[in-house]
């Protein structure tokens, strides 16, 4: 039963994070909600290493610290998406 409480938790988090940093940088981000969960999740894995080697070992990343990094996924899965839609040739 903790297991399944901690997937749950999980996701309610990396849906959370993920949806604040799409919702703090401006503009259109075709993200389905599975997407933003695995957003989120990677930006408070990220956070959670950052954390992690740069400050205390015995300190967790911090939720602001989560929301952050998952601006800068969003910012770099939106680059990668415009540089990707610049490749093809539209007829």
């Known amino acids: 039963m903790d297991t399944i409480l901690f997937i749950i938790g999980l996701l309610l988090t990396g849906l959370i994070v993920g949806?604040?940093?799409?919702?703090?940088?401006?503009?259109?981000?075709?993200?389905?909600?599975f997407q933003t969960i695995m957003?989120?999740?990677?930006?408070?894995?990220?956070?959670?290493l950052i954390a992690y080697y740069a400050f205390?070992?015995?300190?967790?990343?911090?939720?602001?610290?989560s929301v952050i990094c998952a601006v800068g996924l969003v910012y770099l899965v939106r680059k990668l998406r415009e540089r990707s839609d610049a490749g093809r040739t539209r007829y």
């Open 19 to 33: 949806a604040l940093g799409r919702l703090l940088l401006p503009g259109r981000d075709p993200m389905s909600i």
């Open 56 to 65: 205390d070992e015995k300190e967790g990343p911090g939720f602001l610290f």
């Open 39 to 48: 957003l989120g999740i990677a930006a408070s894995l990220i956070a959670g």
